[in-house]
Each structure stands twice: as C-alpha cells, then as structure tokens.
C-alpha cells in the first residue's frame, strides 16, 4: 500500500479508509487490551498516533515497536478521542523494518542535554528538537534563494578552493597532495609547491567575495550561497570551522542602498520563518525559550538603527562612564568585543543595529574608503543574542586608492592580478556583505551554540560523522 506522510495523514478527513504510514517509533504505552504507538516520519513536528487493539495484534508480536524502531503501519484513519491530535489510525498491521535494541539505543526517550546529543549527531535528527532545527534549516535556505531570485539577483557559483591568501591567510586550511612526510624544500627552506597538485599553495576559501565582485561587475547582481571554511582556533558558540555563507555583490548601489537591502533581506527571512515553520518554531518557543517568537516578530516590525562607529563609542564610554562595566576596553580604533556589540543591541537601543563608517584598521583593505581618510564604509549588522551577523561593505573601485592600502598593509597580491582587473577595466561603484547561514539560524531557532544549528559541526578538535 501507498506510503501517507505523517504531515498529510493529519491533515486528512477521510476517516475511515485504509491508510500505511512509516516511521520511527517515538514512544509506546498502554496498558493489557491496548497499545499506543506515537510514530514519527520526518514529515512535521506532529506523531501520530496508532491504535493497537491487543486482541488483533497480540504483545507478543509488539515487542520488537520499542523506542527508535522502524516500523510500516497500515490500519483504519479515525477522528481521535484522545486530545491534542485530530486523528489516530486503528492499527490493522505492523510490520517492523528496523529494531533498535533498548538497552543500547541512544535517544531514549526525553531530556538529554545538547552537549550529550552532539556526541550523537547522527541520531540526533531523531529528536523533536533537531527534526524541527533541520526543518527550519531547509526552509531557510529556500527562502534566501527565494528572496535573491525574486529580486533578480544571479546564483553564482565561487571555487572552493582558492591559490590566493592576500585574505585571512593564517586562517586557511590549506589543500595539497604532497607527501607531509617528504616535503620538497628550497634553499631557503621554504617548502617548493612546484610539484603540488596545483603548482602553488592552495587553500579552502574562507568567502567568495572577490570572486563574486567579478560575477557583479559583469551580472550586475550576483549572491553566492556555499560553503567557507576558517580555521579559527578559537572554541566559541559562534564560530564554525565550516560554515554557509551568503553573500550579495551587487553593482551601481552606495552605502544607504546596501544598508537597506541588509535590513529589507534579513527581515524577509525571519518573516519566511514565522510564515513557514510556525509548527516548528512553536516547539521551540515552548520548549526552549518562551520569547523567541516575540523576538521573530519584533525584528520585522521595528526599524533597525544605523549608527556610524564612532557614535557607537560614545555611546559606549558614556556607559562606562555611568559605572557599566565590561570586560574589554573600548576606545575609538577597537574592534567592538561581543559585550559591546551586545549592549548597544540588547540594552541601549533594544532594536538591532547597522554600524557604519569603522576605523579603516580594523577592517579589510578592500573597503571603500571616506574622505576623513580615517574611517571606511563598512555596514556590518548586529542582532540581539547573536552579535554580528552581516558584515558588509562598500568597495574600493578606484584602482590607485585600492592599490595605495594593498601597498600599505603589504598585502601580497601577486596572485591577486584579476581582481585588479577589476578597477582597471569597467570599474563601477559596488557594494556587498556576507551573512553567516547559521548565524541566522541561530537568531531564528534561538539555539545558544552554533554547533546545534549545523547537522555535522566542524569545530577544533572535532570532526566526527
Ligand atoms: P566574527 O567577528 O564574528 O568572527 P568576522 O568579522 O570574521 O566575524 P566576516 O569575515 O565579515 O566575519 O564574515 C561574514 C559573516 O560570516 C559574519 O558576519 C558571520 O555571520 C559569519 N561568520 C564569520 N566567521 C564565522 C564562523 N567561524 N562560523 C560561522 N559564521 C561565521
Ligand atoms: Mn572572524
């Protein structure tokens, strides 16, 4: 018979005619004349129920429908006695396709910890919380590429694999086939990447900006949406060594115009949540964190705050000067730790934020630059619990200004000679940013480590499944 989805079985009217469903078991009780299975297939949020009559099927020939067994169940749809569901399906015939041994399985049935699920992370799709994350995920994703296509940007497509390091080289994972064991050196002692596979070092790429800065200049509006990878050393609950990036590139836009669409995207995703996952995000507003939904909400309906950099500082030590207290020092020329960024959020203005205008030294070089000659156009966003979610910019177009920082920071740019190219010929004012994918996801499930966001998390010392 047929396969139903859980999602369109409770959905359906049709009581009773025959109906198969398959999944996985999340529970089973009862008592000597009957027995519930709550069954799960992936499809939603929502079990079903079936109804055993114990005089049909006997326990006996139950005892394999434990906790995380696959099972096929056909039987007769009715309208539910029992609250909370609108269906159940009276059980006609069950057939197991996969045991799952209760004395080892390892999602017994409620309460582990997140720190516990994550050394199951191949169970732990299983779970109501993942299932709903990994769902939302999704739907995520589609939206972005909902919301880019809608507005006639192209999907293009940046390498992986990258031979230029002018940007976070000590950050890179570098990719070879060379024997580690018996590296070829040169007189300096430097290893000889002649004989690489590649002819010269090469890494995975930690963005696709510059690449997707040649798409813009020919596309007009380009975004990638990829993989990066960074080989950040530092554990935290915000950083991936492995993470999706978004990132718009788009041609003929200043400053106001890329705030505007950092501002007008981000909402679009958060409102393609609430309209898509609402299932999903009521288990974890239930579950996890009571505000989560109103935090959803009130990004979409309030205007976020653009502050230059400068003011932010103000704002800032006029707090300290009130008797706040952080940890970092904060005065004009630092990079903003995530307890300043937090606190203009969260406390200040409760709304987030859009910095602009940073001190040219704390950003890269490729950022378009003002006439104070001190502060560049940079326009990152920063969302309550998260902290920075958008970095973005303005570019440098003008060869000569481009060149002057990449000669100042002593960048190597040997093989960078097509991305120069790109102020040499057909230069064009341009404007872009890059969106952490499970950054958003973060904001938008309200998950406190970047680690559940992700199926399989890729972070120091850890790269199990
Ligand atoms: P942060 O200061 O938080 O490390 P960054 O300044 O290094 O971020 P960018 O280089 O501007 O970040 O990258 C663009 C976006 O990519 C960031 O705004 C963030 O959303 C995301 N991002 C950066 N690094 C990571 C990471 N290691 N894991 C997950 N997302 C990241
Ligand atoms: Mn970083």
Redesign the pocket.
């Known amino acids: 018979m047929k396969r139903t989805e859980i999602k369109e079985a409770l959905r359906s009217i049709n009581y009773g005619s025959e109906i198969n469903v398959k999944g996985w078991v999340r529970s089973r009780r009862g008592n000597k004349n009957v027995s519930f299975i709550a069954l799960n297939d992936g499809s939603t949020i929502k079990n079903i129920q079936i109804v055993v009559d114990l005089e049909k099927i006997t326990e006996e020939q139950l005892k394999l429908v434990t906790t995380g067994a696959c099972i096929s169940a056909t039987g007769i749809l009715v309208e539910s006695m029992g609250k909370g569901q609108a269906v159940e399906i009276q059980a006609t015939d069950i057939e197991v396709y996969g045991t799952a041994d209760p004395l080892t399985y390892p999602l017994q049935k409620k309460g582990h910890t997140m720190e516990y699920l994550r050394e199951v992370a191949h169970l732990r799709p299983r779970t109501n919380t993942f299932g709903a994350i990994l769902r939302i995920r999704h739907n995520m994703a589609i939206a972005i590429h909902t919301y880019f296509h809608e507005h006639g940007y192209f999907y293009f497509h940046t390498p992986l694999i990258t031979a230029s390091d002018c940007e976070?080289a000590g950050q890179m994972f570098q990719v070879t086939t060379k024997n580690l064991y018996n590296l070829k050196k040169d007189e300096n002692g430097q290893i000889d990447y002649s004989d690489d596979f590649f002819g010269k070092m090469a890494a995975l790429t930690?963005?696709g900006q510059l690449e997707g800065e040649l798409g813009a200049m020919a596309l007009g509006k380009i975004y990638t949406f990829g993989p990066?990878f960074?080989a950040?050393n530092s554990n935290t609950p915000?950083?991936?060594?492995e993470?999706w990036?978004i990132e718009p590139e788009v041609a003929f836009i200043q400053k106001e115009e890329l705030m505007d669409l950092e501002e007008d995207f981000l909402k679009y995703c958060v409102r393609w949540a609430l309209e898509k996952c609402a299932d999903d995000l009521q288990f974890l507003n239930d579950m996890f964190d009571k505000t989560l939904i109103a935090r959803l909400q009130s990004v979409i309906d309030t205007e976020f705050v653009r502050l230059p950099y400068t003011e932010g500082i103000n704002i800032l030590q006029e707090a300290i000067k009130n008797g706040r207290k952080f940890e970092f020092p904060c005065n004009w020329g630092d990079d903003l730790a995530s307890e300043h960024e937090r606190y203009l959020v969260e406390e200040h203005f409760d709304k987030p934020v859009i910095m602009t205008d940073y001190p040219k030294e704390i950003k890269a070089f490729y950022m378009k630059l003002n006439e104070d000659n001190k502060t560049v156009q940079g326009t990152?966003v920063l969302f309550p619990a998260i902290?920075?979610?958008?970095?973005g910019s303005v570019r440098e177009e003008d060869y000569d200004k481009l060149m002057a920082e990449i000669e100042r920071r002593q960048i190597p740019m040997k093989d960078m000679w097509w991305y120069l190219d790109t102020r040499r010929y057909g230069s064009a004012p341009h404007a872009g940013f890059?969106?952490?994918f499970?950054?958003l996801m973060l904001f938008v499930t309200g998950m406190q480590n970047?680690r559940d966001v992700i199926p399989f998390p890729r972070t120091p010392k850890s790269a199990e499944f």
């Open positions: 976070g930690v963005s990066t960074r950040e915000r950083h991936l060594a993470f990036m990152d902290g920075e979610i958008i970095g890059g969106l952490g499970e950054r970047i």
